[in-house]
């Protein structure tokens, strides 16, 4: 169980909200399409409960691999994909559960959805950014380093990055 727990990867939240966004879409446009919105809903389902568990237990028993997802700016951005995904879980629940789960009442997507929006807020909070603090040691040297390489093909793509090192930087004072 530990080694599934340290190779898994957050970004196992954007695999349910792809999931259950399609399969909303394959409801709405139903006929032949219904059996796949059907499957999808349920696969959702169970890639949600795997990425639930492995992300909750990850942060009480790898520490260590969260504060390597921190340091890394490709990862972070992946770190809210979970609660995110329980969100669209929720919006799934409450587009469909009257074809798929019509026993189920309304409360449970709702409750689903202002958790999961909470935690999200919780952990957009914490990271300093918009208290105005500046950014000391070696991260400042750093990000410095990462602001004067930004941008240089124009994409943009350089720029994203070294706003999630600049939270990084912050998080850590």
């Given amino acids: 169980m530990r080694k599934l727990i340290e190779?898994?990867?957050?970004?196992?939240?954007?695999?349910?909200?792809?999931?259950?966004?399609?399969?909303?879409?394959?409801?709405?446009?139903?006929?032949p399409f219904a059996v796949a919105a059907y499957v999808l809903f349920w696969l959702n389902s169970l890639v949600l409960l795997y990425a639930l568990i492995c992300w909750a237990l990850m942060w009480f028993l790898t520490p260590a691999k969260i504060k390597g997802i921190v340091d890394n700016a490709n990862q972070l951005v992946f770190l809210p994909t979970v609660p995110v995904g329980v969100v669209v879980y929720a919006n799934n629940l409450l587009a469909l559960r009257g074809r798929f789960v019509p026993s189920l009442p309304p409360v449970v997507p709702a409750v689903l959805w202002l958790a999961s929006s909470l935690v999200n807020g919780a952990?957009?909070?914490?990271?300093?950014?918009?208290?105005?603090h500046g950014?000391?040691?070696?991260d400042r040297g750093r990000v410095d380093q990462c602001l004067a390489n930004a941008d240089r093909d124009g994409s943009g793509a350089d720029v994203l990055g070294c706003r999630a090192k600049v939270d990084v930087a912050r998080r850590h004072e």
């Fill in 7 to 31: 190779s898994f990867n957050p970004s196992w939240g954007a695999a349910v909200m792809g999931t259950g966004v399609l399969s909303i879409i394959l409801a709405g446009i139903g006929g």
């Fill in 123 to 132: 952990a957009e909070g914490s990271g300093g950014s918009r208290h105005g």
């Fill in 135 to 138: 950014i000391a040691g070696a």
